[in-house]
């Protein structure tokens, strides 16, 4: 009896260690035939999420998609292009930015596309070629002494060449614009986004050179100049933006002027702009980081300009990582998700396992505001596999602080919105200890929403010690977007004030208010 009764504890031994296997991507119980260490649902999300869908361009030439196109029954297109293009509803919805219930509804001829923005997004998304569609829009009556706001702010257009005259007119609209132009871009700029990352995939840049009869630019200088953004962009790190907005300014002028005063050869005028394009997407990041939300486009759109002309993929790249950033915190989540796969897969054969994992984190943070579960952690579970595999000689200078703390304090944020708090508190836990120390802003970003999330869990011990934590950065950094997340902490705290744990945060917090 006694040999059976030991078989039979070591049989329920197995079974319980089976059953406490999880899947490491969603945490789900894995079946005790499943060998893999994911769940079979992530396992096909993890392919999912590296596919970015395209239209196959013989379907433009198909007589009845271009009829459909013609009398803009965008219902009718939709269905025609999708089964042309063997595509899914999900491809679809990725591409125009519509979700996939509107999508049936308008192939069904239960709902239509009205709306001129909607449906500018739509034709650029999929890549219908200019000609298949007129978007005769009735004038609307105006006063005479305003003209109605145009597409795009002038030279910023998307669709005009990619120049090094165009990139100089988008500096000066993100620099130095008229009201006007600002004005113009930043009521373009939902729609422009679109429209910006296609042509920045698609497009062919003219050489940049200059044979003026300026002074030669010297290769000294540059150097000077790409440190002095490298040292911009240290210090934004270390305290947070604070003044830097203006300082990016003054260098992106400076930068400007060389372009138009100096003279360069290919090569030489090819660094200048990847140094503009640097610059530009920093300042844009800078003005942002300092609360202002609508401005940082202006820049990012002229880096990715510069970052053609540059000819360094991976300058574009960053600058769509940032525009990522803004879509996923200004309720566009989707806007992320486009701009950081497209990203992907334009840097994926470059052989930069850290550009491709940051970017991955973007995706995943869109897919997680979206309550995109599955695809989500997907991406970061592909991100944390490349992070792991190291910086390569190919990933550029500018992306130093992609680490593992970085990939779990982004995985925490996505657990935060997917309503996971558990996980988040264990996810931030991790960031901690990986994060780099000099990184104050992005320790005090992770920090807060792990106050959030302890909270949220139940914990408000720990929350309000994490809380006291985020606090002590909060008296040495500079960043409006770090406050309005100390902000929304505190504001967490306010419905359980009677607690003295919470007691103790909120009152010092209103004397770090009081005495600023």
Same mark, same amino acid.
């Given at each position: 009896?006694?040999?059976?009764?030991?078989?039979?504890?070591?049989?329920?031994?197995?079974? #319980?260690?089976?059953?406490?296997?999880?899947?490491?991507?969603?945490?789900?119980?894995?079946?005790?035939?499943?060998?893999?260490?994911?769940?079979?649902?992530?396992?096909?999300?993890?392919?999912?999420?590296?596919?970015?869908?395209?239209?196959?361009?013989?379907?433009?030439?198909?007589?009845?998609?271009?009829s459909?196109?013609?009398?803009?029954?965008?219902?009718?297109?939709?269905?025609?292009?999708?089964?042309?293009?063997?595509?899914?509803?999900?491809?679809?919805?990725?591409?125009?930015?519509?979700?996939?219930?509107?999508l049936?509804?308008?192939?069904?001829?239960?709902?239509?596309?009205?709306?001129?923005?909607?449906?500018?997004?739509?034709?650029?998304? #999929?890549?219908?070629?200019?000609?298949?569609?007129?978007?005769?829009?009735?004038?609307?009556?105006?006063?005479?002494?305003?003209?109605?706001?145009?597409?795009?702010?002038?030279?910023?257009?998307?669709?005009?060449p990619?120049?090094?005259?165009?990139?100089?007119?988008?500096?000066?609209?993100?620099?130095?614009?008229?009201?006007?132009?600002?004005r113009?871009?930043?009521?373009?700029?939902?729609?422009?986004?679109?429209?910006?990352?296609?042509?920045?995939?698609?497009?062919?840049?003219?050489?940049?050179?200059?044979?003026?009869?300026?002074?030669?630019?010297?290769?000294? @200088?540059?150097?000077? @100049?790409?440190?002095?953004?490298?040292?911009?962009?240290?210090?934004?790190?270390?305290?947070?933006?604070?003044?830097?907005?203006?300082?990016?300014?003054?260098h992106?002028?400076?930068?400007?002027?060389?372009?138009?005063?100096?003279?360069?050869d290919?090569?030489?005028?090819?660094?200048?702009?990847?140094?503009?394009?640097?610059?530009?997407?920093q300042?844009?990041?800078?003005?942002?980081?300092?609360?202002?939300?609508?401005?940082?486009?202006?820049? @990012?759109?002229?880096?990715?300009?510069?970052?053609?002309?540059?000819?360094?993929?991976?300058?574009?790249?960053?600058?769509?990582?940032?525009?990522?950033?803004?879509?996923?915190?200004?309720?566009?989540?989707?806007?992320?998700?486009?701009?950081?796969?497209?990203?992907?897969?334009?840097?994926?054969?470059?052989?930069?396992?850290?550009?491709?994992?940051?970017?991955?984190?973007?995706?995943a943070?869109?897919?997680?505001?979206?309550?995109?579960?599955?695809a989500?952690?997907?991406?970061?579970?592909?991100?944390?596999? #490349?992070?792991?595999?190291?910086?390569?000689?190919?990933?550029?200078?500018?992306?130093?602080?992609?680490?593992?703390?970085?990939?779990?304090?982004?995985?925490?944020?996505?657990?935060?919105?997917?309503?996971?708090?558990?996980?988040a508190?264990?996810?931030?836990?991790?960031?901690?200890?990986?994060?780099?120390?000099?990184d104050?802003?992005?320790?005090?970003?992770?920090l807060?929403?792990?106050?959030?999330?302890?909270?949220?869990?139940?914990?408000?011990?720990?929350?309000?010690?994490?809380?006291?934590?985020?606090?002590?950065?909060?008296?040495?950094?500079?960043?409006a977007?770090?406050?309005?997340?100390?902000?929304s902490m505190?504001?967490?705290?306010?419905?359980?004030?009677?607690?003295?744990y919470?007691?103790?945060? #909120?009152?010092?917090?209103?004397?770090?208010?009081?005495?600023?």
């Open positions: 009896m006694g040999r059976w009764a030991a078989r039979a504890a070591q049989g329920e031994a197995r079974v #319980l260690q089976q059953a406490q296997r999880r899947c490491d991507r969603c945490g789900c119980s894995l079946s005790q035939y499943n060998t893999d260490t994911l769940c079979a649902a992530c396992a096909r999300s993890r392919t999912w999420v590296r596919h970015t869908p395209t239209v196959p361009g013989t379907v433009w030439f198909d007589p009845d998609v271009r459909a196109l013609a009398v803009w029954d965008f219902g009718r297109a939709s269905r025609l292009i999708r089964l042309r293009g063997g595509l899914r509803q999900e491809d679809m919805a990725q591409l125009t930015g519509l979700s996939q219930a509107f049936s509804m308008m192939e069904s001829g239960r709902r239509r596309l009205t709306n001129i923005d909607k449906i500018i997004e739509f034709l650029t998304g #999929l890549g219908v070629p200019a000609d298949l569609v007129s978007l005769p829009i009735a004038p609307t009556p105006v006063p005479a002494v305003e003209e109605p706001p145009a597409q795009f702010a002038g030279d910023t257009d998307p669709t005009l990619w120049t090094g005259a165009r990139m100089v007119a988008a500096l000066d609209t993100a620099v130095g614009g008229s009201a006007m132009d600002r113009r871009f930043l009521t373009a700029s939902g729609v422009a986004l679109t429209a910006f990352v296609n042509a920045w995939d698609t497009t062919e840049a003219e050489p940049l050179r200059r044979a003026a009869g300026g002074s030669r630019l010297t290769h000294e @200088l540059l150097d000077g @100049l790409q440190g002095a953004t490298d040292s911009l962009r240290t210090m934004d790190a270390s305290d947070g933006s604070g003044t830097l907005a203006s300082l990016g300014n003054r992106l002028q400076f930068l400007k002027h060389l372009l138009e005063e100096t003279s360069y290919e090569a030489t005028g090819r660094r200048l702009a990847a140094i503009i394009a640097d610059t530009a997407t300042t844009g990041w800078f003005v942002f980081d300092s609360g202002d939300r609508d401005r940082p486009l202006s820049y @990012l759109y002229a880096a990715l300009r510069a970052a053609k002309a540059s000819q360094d993929v991976r300058l574009g790249a960053g600058a769509l990582s940032y525009i990522a950033i803004h879509g996923y915190s200004t309720g566009a989540p989707h806007h992320a998700v486009t701009a950081a796969q497209r990203a992907q897969e334009k840097i994926k054969r470059l052989g930069t396992p850290a550009l491709e994992a940051m970017l991955l984190t973007r995706q943070r869109g897919h997680a505001k979206l309550g995109e579960r599955q989500a952690l997907a991406a970061l579970g592909r991100a944390a596999e #490349l992070c792991a595999q190291g910086r390569s000689e190919h990933d550029p200078h500018w992306l130093y602080w992609i680490n593992e703390g970085e990939i779990h304090g982004q995985a925490g944020s996505c657990y935060l919105d997917l309503g996971d708090p558990g996980r508190v264990a996810a931030f836990a991790k960031a901690r200890d990986a994060l780099n120390p000099a104050h802003r992005t320790r005090g970003l992770f807060s929403r792990a106050a959030t999330a302890h909270v949220e869990q139940g914990d408000l011990e720990a929350g309000c010690a994490t809380a006291h934590e985020v606090l002590d950065l909060a008296a040495k950094l500079q960043s977007r770090f406050d309005n997340h100390v902000t505190i504001n967490q705290l306010q419905p359980v004030a009677h607690s003295p919470a007691q103790d945060v #909120l009152e010092r917090r209103i004397a770090m208010t009081a005495g600023s």
